[in-house]
């Protein structure tokens, strides 16, 4: 069957790791912008004050979009840029998302709108962050803001990016900002409920003010098994452990379950009311995830036998594992019977400009074309997958590994802000003007 005629090729950001201009036209700081939040839990200290500085170069980037041959492009909305503190809507910020929506739109590419992705307001953290019940509504009323000044333009709406990061890394294991730690159950459950109901409340509004019908789901990520063989009981054990319950909020069925099948895991059941699942559980168009490797091969809680010498890996020392993305999309409409949209797939690679000014990225190249393949299989299969969203489009702030990891189809010389466009763009555009049949 292969990709569809409408398959949305595309590539991805975050406004906290491209945009820069933290101060810039009345914008506040998120988290992710403050000493006192960060301490030294950044690689060189560096901070995404400036990053790609995308805020001031983002007709030059639609450009580049446009010459790489994308029909979609993902990106999210900076949160403290349009409510800089709690009642203050910021006129300039909402120009700048439509600006960008409008070149998009005239640029033929399509606008996939993340409404939040990690860059929690420094404000609204002040005042408790997700731990505050309050934080239901601040969310919810800049998602309006967002969805009146935007919905005549942007069909795709994606609410949450990575739960499982935000506040299983964010508010309990504290590896991400702010960088708290928690093992009480009441308090996971709290955050995790604070996000579910911001969630649903999101998506009512989007249906109810949406000028343009709209598409909506999320873009979680979590681990995903891999089976060792064909047969039916490894295949089986694959999803088993796949979907198996994390405590810690990192596994995907601890916020998919409630939101897409209305079904609680054990350890949520006596802190979310039926009430609040009516809430929670609303009708969602399609199912998106983040997806970069098998959790076959993590060595997260010691040595595992799996891992062999030499196994290939990113610079991230992430393994490389083309066939987690025909197994992930299988498992995840297997379990929740949504469309899929690949919402992060990509791989960090030790890109510099040589000798001869171009970005020459084999690894990547060779990585997008194996992945893809197995994306493919799915399709081949009859699974309805709506797109792929290439993660990401140009090397960024990558969060607490400061600016080390290049994961951009377009190489960002960080001290003049210079754009090189790499090799494996030129590939990914090669695959996009077939459809997917040049792989």
């Avoid at 969805?147 to 964010?170: C, H, P, Y």
């Avoid at 409409?333 to 949504?338: A, D, F, H, N, W």
Wanted: charge should be negative; proline fraction near 5%.
């Amino acid at each position: 069957m292969g990709f569809h005629e409408n398959f949305l090729w595309g590539a991805a950001s975050a406004a906290a790791q491209v945009e820069g201009a933290y101060l810039d036209d009345g914008r506040s700081p998120s988290i992710w912008d403050d000493p006192s939040v960060l301490g030294d839990h950044i690689a060189h200290g560096e901070t995404p004050h400036i990053a790609c500085d995308h805020y001031h170069r983002w007709r030059e980037d639609v450009a580049l979009m446009r010459e790489i041959g994308l029909n979609s492009y993902r990106f999210s909305i900076s949160w403290p840029r349009v409510v800089p503190k709690p009642g203050k809507i910021n006129a300039a910020g909402i120009a700048f998302y439509r600006q960008l929506v409008e070149a998009l739109r005239e640029a033929g590419i399509e606008p996939i709108v993340t409404l939040y992705h990690w860059d929690l307001p420094l404000w609204a953290h002040e005042a408790g962050g997700w731990e505050n019940g309050q934080i239901v509504d601040w969310f919810t009323e800049f998602v309006q803001i967002m969805v009146d000044a935007l919905s005549d333009q942007v069909k795709w709406w994606i609410t949450f990016n990575e739960m499982q990061m935000f506040i299983g890394r964010g508010y309990i294991n504290g590896q991400m900002a702010p960088f708290h730690k928690t093992k009480d159950p009441a308090m996971i459950a709290a955050l995790t409920r604070h996000v579910m109901l911001a969630h649903g409340k999101a998506v009512r509004i989007i249906r109810e003010r949406a000028k343009t019908p709209p598409m909506i789901g999320m873009a979680p990520t979590g681990p995903v098994y891999t089976p060792n063989t064909d047969k039916e009981e490894d295949i089986r054990s694959a999803y088993e452990s796949t979907f198996a319950v994390m405590t810690d909020a990192e596994g995907a069925c601890w916020w998919m379950d409630p939101i897409v099948l209305g079904r609680l895991p054990d350890g949520l059941k006596n802190f979310i009311s039926e009430g609040d699942l009516k809430e929670i559980c609303q009708k969602l168009d399609f199912y998106g995830f983040n997806v970069y490797q098998s959790r076959n091969y993590s060595e997260a809680f010691g040595r595992n036998s799996s891992v062999y010498p030499g196994m290939p890996r990113t610079a991230f020392s992430w393994p490389i594992t083309p066939e987690v993305m025909y197994w992930a999309t299988r498992f995840h409409y297997e379990r929740y019977g949504l469309p899929i949209l690949v919402t992060e797939n990509g791989m960090a690679n030790t890109d510099f400009v040589m000798e001869d000014g171009k970005v020459h990225d084999p690894q990547r190249m060779d990585f997008l074309r194996r992945y893809l393949r197995s994306l493919k299989k799915a399709t081949d299969e009859g699974i309805p997958v709506l797109g792929y969203q290439y993660w990401s489009i140009l090397d960024n702030f990558e969060w607490c590994s400061g600016y080390d990891m290049h994961f951009g189809l377009v190489y960002v010389d960080y001290l003049t802000q210079k754009r090189t466009v790499k090799e494996s763009a030129w590939v990914y555009r090669d695959i996009i003007r077939t459809n997917g049949n040049a792989l």
